[in-house]
Each structure stands twice: as structure tokens, then as C-alpha cells.
């Protein structure tokens, strides 16, 4: 039994965690990133590949995390063009997201879509008509609340969208700051804060797994 599938979420957290939670063989289906495993997932190849695989494997849970780069806010507030060949293989990652998405939904098998709460990619005509499924239910949180910090150790709030179709999942994740510390700032530092901000802290992973128990 396949527990869980991870693409595009770096560093791959949830798969580490959950083959450390379950520890059986199978347990976690060999995760995906872009261009980071030798495999373009912006190539139909690619793409059909890893569909091919989430059919054969059938995962209870697939944790697609798009690339947010070229949707970001941070292009607009400081003036950040991106180029016609960024903003295509951006949307090409973005639609093989939705495949997947679907993927999940046909095999009726749960599925977790996360992005910052900022992220442009949420108004994209792409995503339109998942708006519409009352299968995804919308969550937002906070990753402060789930230990996330800069290299100084400073909180960081990170505000983050999640649609899911696994209730549990939905509330072991809908955690929002408790207002009882400060936070560090994400945009504009130049330090590789906001690629720290991109990765899932173990904590994060393990709500989401907790979630998978309970919804099991």
C-alpha cells in the first residue's frame, strides 16, 4: 500500500517523514521535484510518466506543491520581469498540476494543492474549475505555526492556501499564528529566506500525516 506521493513540495519532508511514521516497504512512492531528479515535469514525457506512476501505485495521498516563482508577489512589489519562456514552462508546471489534481480526484484518492496565500497562480484560468469541486475544501494557514524560521531562528508567518479533499488533513493543518511572537521578513532579503520559506518543516509534514491517520 502506497501511503503517500510528493511533487514539486523540495526537500521532500513528507516523504522522510511518512517512510519514518509507516516504515513499510511502499509505504511512499519516489517523490518528484522540478528538474531536480533528471526528469523535466515540464516534458508531456515526464508528465505522463509520473501520472502513469500515481495510477500504478495508486498513493492514498499525492501533495502537489506547484512552483510559486513566477507567481509570486515579490515580481510585482519590486518590479521583477519574467521572461515569455519563464511565464511558459510556469504555466505548463501549473496545468501538468491540475492533471495530477485530477488524477487524484478520478481514482478517488486524496489530494493536497498548497501554495502561498499570495500566489498569483490562484487567479490563473487554470484553476478555475477547481474552484467549482466541492470535493477541494479551502484551507488557509500559517506556517509559523508549524516552527518555520529563518536561518537567525526568527519565526516566519508565511500565510499559505491549501485546497484538500480529506477533511482531516483540512483541520490538522488549519493552524493561524497565535499572535504570540514576532516574525521575520520573507520578501526582499537576498539571503535565501524565501526559498527557506518554500521548504516544509517536519512538523508541517506530520500534521498532514496526522491528518492521513485520522481520515484513514
Same mark, same amino acid.
Given at each position: 500500500?502506497?501511503?503517500?506521493?510528493?511533487? =514539486?513540495?523540495?526537500?521532500f519532508?513528507?516523504?522522510?517523514q511518512?517512510? @519514518?511514521?509507516?516504515?513499510?516497504?511502499?509505504?511512499?512512492?519516489?517523490?518528484?521535484?522540478?528538474?531536480?531528479?533528471?526528469?523535466?515535469?515540464?516534458?508531456?514525457?515526464?508528465?505522463?510518466?509520473?501520472?502513469?506512476?500515481?495510477?500504478?501505485?495508486?498513493?492514498?495521498?499525492?501533495?502537489?506543491?506547484?512552483?510559486?516563482?513566477?507567481?509570486?508577489?515579490?515580481?510585482?512589489?519590486f518590479?521583477?520581469?519574467?521572461s515569455?519562456?519563464?511565464?511558459?514552462?510556469?504555466?505548463?508546471?501549473?496545468? =501538468?498540476?491540475?492533471?495530477?489534481v485530477?488524477?487524484? @480526484?478520478?481514482?478517488?484518492?486524496?489530494?493536497?494543492l498548497?501554495?502561498?496565500?499570495?500566489?498569483?497562480?490562484?487567479?490563473?484560468?487554470?484553476?478555475?474549475?477547481?474552484?467549482?469541486?466541492?470535493?477541494?475544501?479551502?484551507v488557509r494557514?500559517d506556517?509559523?505555526a508549524?516552527n @518555520?524560521?529563518?536561518?537567525?531562528g526568527?519565526?516566519?508567518?508565511?500565510?499559505?492556501?491549501?485546497?484538500?479533499?480529506?477533511?482531516a488533513?483540512a483541520?490538522?493543518?488549519?493552524?493561524?499564528?497565535?499572535?504570540?511572537?514576532s516574525?521575520?521578513?520573507?520578501?526582499?532579503r537576498g539571503?535565501?529566506?524565501?526559498?527557506?520559506?518554500?521548504?516544509?518543516?517536519?512538523?508541517?509534514?506530520?500534521?498532514?500525516?496526522?491528518?492521513?491517520?485520522?481520515?484513514?
Open positions: 500500500l502506497c501511503v503517500v506521493s510528493d511533487v =514539486f513540495t523540495t526537500h519532508e513528507i516523504t522522510a511518512a517512510a @519514518l511514521r509507516y516504515g513499510f516497504p511502499g509505504c511512499v512512492q519516489e517523490p518528484r521535484d522540478y528538474k531536480l531528479d533528471g526528469a523535466d515535469l515540464s516534458k508531456p514525457e515526464a508528465q505522463n510518466k509520473f501520472l502513469s506512476a500515481l495510477d500504478r501505485d495508486d498513493p492514498y495521498l499525492t501533495v502537489v506543491a506547484f512552483p510559486c516563482t513566477q507567481w509570486s508577489v515579490i515580481n510585482e512589489i518590479s521583477i520581469e519574467r515569455p519562456e519563464e511565464m511558459r514552462d510556469a504555466r505548463k508546471l501549473l496545468a =501538468f498540476a491540475m492533471r495530477v485530477k488524477n487524484c @480526484l478520478n481514482r478517488r484518492a486524496h489530494v493536497m498548497e501554495n502561498p496565500l499570495t500566489s498569483r497562480a490562484w487567479k490563473q484560468p487554470e484553476l478555475a474549475g477547481l474552484k467549482q469541486d466541492s470535493r477541494l475544501i479551502p494557514c506556517m509559523c508549524f @518555520l524560521r529563518d536561518r537567525d526568527e519565526l516566519l508567518r508565511k500565510p499559505t492556501r491549501i485546497w484538500t479533499t480529506s477533511a488533513i483541520n490538522s493543518v488549519s493552524q493561524r499564528c497565535n499572535r504570540s511572537h516574525h521575520g521578513a520573507i520578501l526582499g539571503d535565501g529566506t524565501s526559498e527557506r520559506a518554500g521548504i516544509y518543516t517536519p512538523e508541517f509534514a506530520n500534521a498532514i500525516l496526522d491528518g492521513v491517520d485520522q481520515q484513514w
